[in-house]
């Protein structure tokens, strides 16, 4: 495997040795399937971050065009989608993804949510006149986007095509753990020729990085996608000086199989959902509700559902779970099994045992007759766990999927779309699937409670990355 080594941080245009980096401070890189370092990405500090906000301030202008915008966000997304085979490969090395899922849900999803952006451009309209006033809608200024390590390509996306195609200007930070598929992406931006300062990436430890973007008395709008006790730490911060924050943060979403649902049906979609990318996923239905009159039945189908995902090397194409990305991950999910375990969960597959030798490989587990208040069923694993807990009745269905702290995602089943979408409207989350229904990377993405604040994709995604300003007229238009 090539080693991929990155020595200076994007900073105004060019790449830029980090400041006061004398000593050669490097992050390394892992990969998770094989333990060995396989790369190195600067660990800027604050005075680099000082600069790239400089150069984004410098670069933000109030008054540009709607057709340079759409201009800039065209060329980077050709610029994008030619790099996308090396990107999958990056994001299978650094961060385990099985190359079926890096070819795919990795960076076809992210293209997908790009061209969506275009097209709300395409469409949007900058100005509206309400009575006798002329609204208009202004790009925020400099955003600061901290993007975490599970979909590096699509959270960064997510956050910097919106920013481009409103106006903006960017200060990123990406993960520590899978840095390369972004230092991967600013290169293509580069290929595009975005005018200096409008993109500067800066990468580093979150404490110092990521806090002092929060905190940058010259960083309009802070976009963070992350753990919610980060992501709590980023609002205090950005607080202080005032600025607009957007919190893309955990999930506890549930699966809920109502009575008369096609129960093979929700127990395989559920499975695949739960484990899908290693079940390193916030929106991941980690919770399958079922009536107590099927249970029987759906302990049995997961339990064949679950025997089909082969765990291994990422690179195969046959395997379905790759390792978890991180040492410090592996050793979080084998702590929340142990507990479980330990709390009275039923263990019905999987657990702790060693898969592999080298590697950070958890099997796919499941327990059975998870207490809804005990910490499995609360708080966000973060790995190929799934909870399956048994209901009375659809009132008690409801009390369990609402009763987490977290809104994020999450399913409904029933014998008719109708029933499914009456239960779901009284479902305290941002995004439910109803029977089956379709991901929709132009549909408004973001979280109720301790999930996040704001939204992202599609309009209402791009519509985060702009002001609202209205002159009174003398005269109604």
């Not at 520590?176 to 993109?199: K, M, R």
Request: charged fraction near 20%; glycine fraction near 10%; proline fraction near 6%.
């Amino acid at each position: 495997m090539p080693t991929f080594e990155h020595d200076r941080l994007f900073i105004d245009g060019s790449w830029t040795t980090p400041s006061g980096n004398d000593r050669g401070d490097v992050v390394e890189v892992i990969d998770p399937a094989t333990e060995a370092v396989i790369g190195h990405v600067p660990n800027g500090g604050a005075a680099d971050v000082d600069a790239a906000v400089a150069a984004a301030r410098r670069a933000f202008d109030p008054l540009i065009s709607v057709a340079e915008r759409r201009d800039r966000t065209q060329r980077v997304i050709a610029a994008m989608e030619k790099r996308l085979p090396d990107i999958a490969e990056l994001i299978t090395a650094e961060m385990g993804a099985p190359v079926r899922i890096a070819q795919t849900v990795q960076t076809q999803v992210p293209l997908a949510v790009a061209k969506g952006f275009a097209q709300v451009l395409d469409t949007f309209e900058f100005e509206e006149h309400i009575g006798n006033s002329l609204v208009l809608r202004e790009p925020y200024g400099v955003v600061g986007a901290i993007t975490p390590w599970n979909y590096p390509l699509y959270q960064v996306v997510a956050k910097v095509l919106p920013a481009i195609a409103s106006g903006c200007t960017v200060v990123l930070k990406p993960s520590n753990e899978a840095p390369l598929s972004v230092f991967a992406f600013v290169q293509a931006c580069e290929d595009a020729g975005l005018p200096p300062g409008t993109l500067n990436l800066v990468s580093g430890p979150g404490r110092v990085i990521g806090e002092h973007i929060a905190a940058h008395p010259d960083v309009d709008f802070v976009s963070f996608t992350g753990s919610t006790g980060v992501g709590a730490r980023v609002g205090e911060l950005a607080g202080r000086s005032i600025k607009k924050v957007a919190l893309e943060l955990g999930g506890k979403s549930a699966n809920v199989i109502l009575d008369g649902a096609d129960l093979a049906t929700a127990v395989k979609v559920g499975v695949g959902n739960a484990f899908l990318n290693g079940g390193q996923t916030c929106m991941a239905w980690t919770r399958m509700l079922v009536p107590q009159s099927r249970y029987g039945e759906a302990l049995d189908l997961i339990e064949s559902a679950v025997a089909r995902y082969t765990v291994g090397d990422p690179r195969d194409p046959a395997t379905r779970i790759g390792p978890s990305a991180s040492r410090s991950q592996f050793d979080t999910v084998r702590g929340f099994i142990e507990r479980a375990q330990r709390d009275g969960a039923r263990l019905l597959t999987g657990g702790t045992e060693p898969i592999a030798d080298v590697g950070y490989y958890v099997a796919p587990t499941v327990f059975a007759d998870v207490d809804p208040d005990s910490e499995l069923g609360q708080d966000e694993v973060f790995g190929p766990v799934l909870a399956v807990i048994p209901y009375a009745d659809a009132d008690d269905a409801l009390r369990i999927a609402n009763g987490t702290p977290y809104g994020l995602s999450g399913a409904v089943w029933a014998a008719t779309d109708d029933d499914a979408i009456a239960f779901a409207r009284k479902v305290q989350t941002g995004q439910l699937d109803i029977n089956g229904g379709a991901y929709n990377p132009t549909a408004p993405f973001g979280g109720y409670k301790k999930s996040g604040i704001g939204r992202e994709l599609g309009r209402f995604g791009f519509e985060e990355y702009l002001q609202t300003k209205s002159l009174q007229l003398k005269e109604q238009v």
